[in-house]
């Protein structure tokens, strides 16, 4: 697939990084997950549903190339209007996925919706208070941003019992990090009075996209060393995980 900033569909060069903390969500997931049917939530390309095992996942996305070539069922639909019935699933998990959505409540309450009444639900986000800036969405493919409170608070219109984590990263993976974050910074010190706004949303894909494979084009021995280990979940610190980790049971029907 195309490498855009919307999904993630390669651990090429620069990307790893990346890739490996997508990876890394799938693997620290697998352990609250039910052993039955779990509904791998915007699914992408399908790279980590084997960490799930010996589980039977299905694959939800919206993009029918996505999905492509995965060996396991897997349905294109909006995360919003999922074609399954009632309770049909023990889990759900949502990496990636939920700030894709302009309304993301409408996939909250569906994750209810085909959860079994004793099933959990792992939802996964960017946390905004570390992804680019707390006051304003830089991703021009996310709609909506969460800090660990305000995923919790979206997440218990629908669950009784929410507990937030956060996946924090390696001295390794935080000084790449933080290279990146910089660059980001310097950029939009570029533009002090935040014309961007004003720009297009599919202009700002396209640069966006430039922007990020001209950036990590080239093949960094640090960026190849990082895996899935170099990242893990906490319970304290939260406004500088790098991503908010929801553990939802008991829906509210």
Not at 52 to 79: H, S
Not at 221 to 239: H, N, S, T, W
Request: some cysteine; proline content about 6%; charged content about 30%.
């Amino acid at each position: 697939m195309k490498v855009t900033g919307e999904r993630v569909a390669s651990p090429d060069a620069g990307f790893n990084p990346t890739w490996q903390r997508h990876v890394a969500a799938y693997k620290l997931s697998a352990p609250y997950l039910d052993d039955g049917r779990v509904l791998d939530l915007g699914c992408g390309v399908g790279h980590s549903f084997h960490l799930l095992a010996p589980r039977e996942t299905v694959g939800v996305d919206i993009n029918p190339g996505a999905l492509e070539g995965q060996d396991r069922e897997t349905v294109v639909a909006d995360m919003r209007r999922l074609p399954f019935e009632d309770r049909s699933f023990s889990s759900v998990l949502s990496v990636q996925s939920l700030e894709h959505v302009p309304d993301p409540s409408r996939v909250v309450e569906e994750v209810c919706r085909v959860l079994t009444d004793d099933g959990v639900a792992v939802i996964v986000t960017p946390n905004r208070l570390t992804l680019g800036r707390p006051d304003e969405i830089i991703d021009p493919y996310h709609y909506v941003e969460f800090d660990w409170e305000e995923l919790r608070e979206l997440c218990a219109g629908s669950f009784e019992q929410v507990e937030v984590l956060g996946i924090f990263g390696s001295e390794r993976y935080m000084e790449i990090f933080d290279e990146e974050r910089a660059t980001l910074d310097g950029l939009l010190g570029l533009d002090p009075l935040r014309l961007r706004r004003l720009v297009p949303t599919r202009a700002k894909q396209r640069l966006y996209d430039v922007m990020l494979n001209r950036h990590r084009r080239d093949a960094d021995p640090r960026a190849a060393a990082i895996d899935a280990d170099d990242f893990e979940l906490r319970a304290v610190g939260l406004e500088g995980a790098l991503d908010v980790f929801a553990v939802c049971r008991r829906p509210r029907r």
